[in-house]
């Protein structure tokens, strides 16, 4: 009797152990032999191998689960990669070069189906886009591009461009999916990743809504952290966070406010082309302005990560960052939705303005800002 309770304990915490891996493992048709092929969270590879005879296999081991994972095929320059929610789980790829990234079908997951549904939704306009895309990245290698065009591809305005047209459907298609899957995790977590369209009203009623499990997600935490905060306005004070250096040190950000200095907060990853264009510009504004303290909070989770930033600066830069990644409250402060994002504050913490994205007028416009200090309009 006591060999069997062993017996049964163990294979009870064989079974427990092996919930907190995942492998996801299948064949690949079309690529060639030795194809490197890797699976990746937060932009930083979690596994990889080589495809053998078009079979692979990548484990892992997911903190959180469900997570947003990557699976990248990479053959000479070229490469395919299709999102995959999943949690820890086997799961199984059978799947052609072409059916990359929209028709990849995956078995074996609880949660990957809610992302196939929606892709199935919208992968025609996504073509449609990455086909204009193409065409801009043409027209400006052959000097072609200029300000015409910019508004025929990207107005928001009448006439809307080619691709914010795009971009407005595919949002309407991604909000009604929403609405119909809200008590999913896939449904939920695409609502915490566009929650900017949102105003909080409806994402109040949406977090009414919500199912107990649901409640209990780091998605619902993170929109309830939104929900919190105000959007700073020109004359507020700083939001205080906790994070450390790139060195380890626990700071605040708070003190950086006692160096009788400017502060320009950059939130910044290596993995976005606006921040990396945004560097030398940084650079070059630090070295001009020495009443200028420039701290950039590196916004993702994985360390190699933040290594690969600190290469792309000079030697002294000032980095920080919490370790929580897009999820966590200090984002959820300063609405950071994407990268790269500039908040301004003068010597005492008051905020002086913000800047989203990049632009080769950014120095001039930092500057104007910082020159302005009008504590009444709006950031």
């Known amino acids: 009797m006591k060999n069997i309770v062993s017996l049964l304990l163990l294979l009870i915490s064989v079974w427990f152990y092996a919930q907190k891996s995942f492998t996801v493992s299948g064949k690949l048709a079309g690529f060639e032999e030795n194809a490197l092929v890797t699976i990746s969270k937060d932009n930083v590879p979690m596994d990889s191998c080589r495809l053998q005879n078009g079979r692979f296999q990548v484990k892992g081991k997911l903190m959180e689960s469900p997570e947003s994972l990557y699976l990248i095929i990479k053959e000479k320059n070229d490469y395919k990669r299709v999102m995959l929610f999943i949690g820890n789980e086997n799961i199984t790829i059978n799947a052609d070069k072409k059916d990359f990234p929209y028709d990849v079908r995956v078995q074996g997951s609880k949660f990957t189906g809610k992302s196939f549904e929606l892709n199935q939704k919208i992968k025609n306009l996504m073509r449609e886009r990455d086909e204009l895309v193409k065409k801009m990245f043409e ?118 406010f006692h160096r009788n200095k400017l502060v320009l907060l950059n939130f910044s990853t290596p993995y976005c082309g606006a921040c990396l264009l945004s560097i ?68 005492e913490g008051r905020l002086l303005g913000k800047l989203d994205g990049f632009s080769e007028t950014m120095n001039d416009e930092i500057k104007k800002i910082l020159n302005k200090n009008n504590p009444n309009d709006e950031a």
């Open 139 to 256: 027209l400006q290698q052959e000097g072609k591009w200029n300000d015409s065009l910019m508004y025929a591809f990207w107005s928001k305005k009448e006439p809307i461009g080619k691709i914010a047209a795009i971009d407005n459907k595919t949002d309407s298609i991604e909000n009604q999916y929403i609405e119909e899957n809200l008590n999913t995790y896939y449904g939920l977590s695409l609502l915490e990743k566009v929650k900017a369209r949102y105003t909080k009203e409806q994402l109040k009623s949406f977090m009414k809504r919500l199912s107990p499990e649901m409640n209990r997600t780091r998605y619902a935490q993170s929109i309830r952290n939104d929900l919190e905060y105000d959007l700073l306005k020109i004359g507020d004070l700083f939001y205080d966070f906790e994070a450390e250096t790139s060195k380890g040190k626990k700071v605040k950000f708070s003190d950086y």
């Open 280 to 347: 030398p510009y940084l650079e070059k504004l630090k070295s001009e302005m020495s009443d200028l303290e420039i701290v950039t909070f590196y916004v993702d989770s994985g360390e190699k990560g933040l290594n690969t930033l600190k290469k792309k600066h000079s030697e002294n830069w000032e980095f920080i960052w919490d370790r929580k990644g897009t999820l966590s409250e200090t984002q959820a402060k300063y609405k950071v939705n994407g990268t790269p994002r500039f908040y301004i504050f003068d010597s």
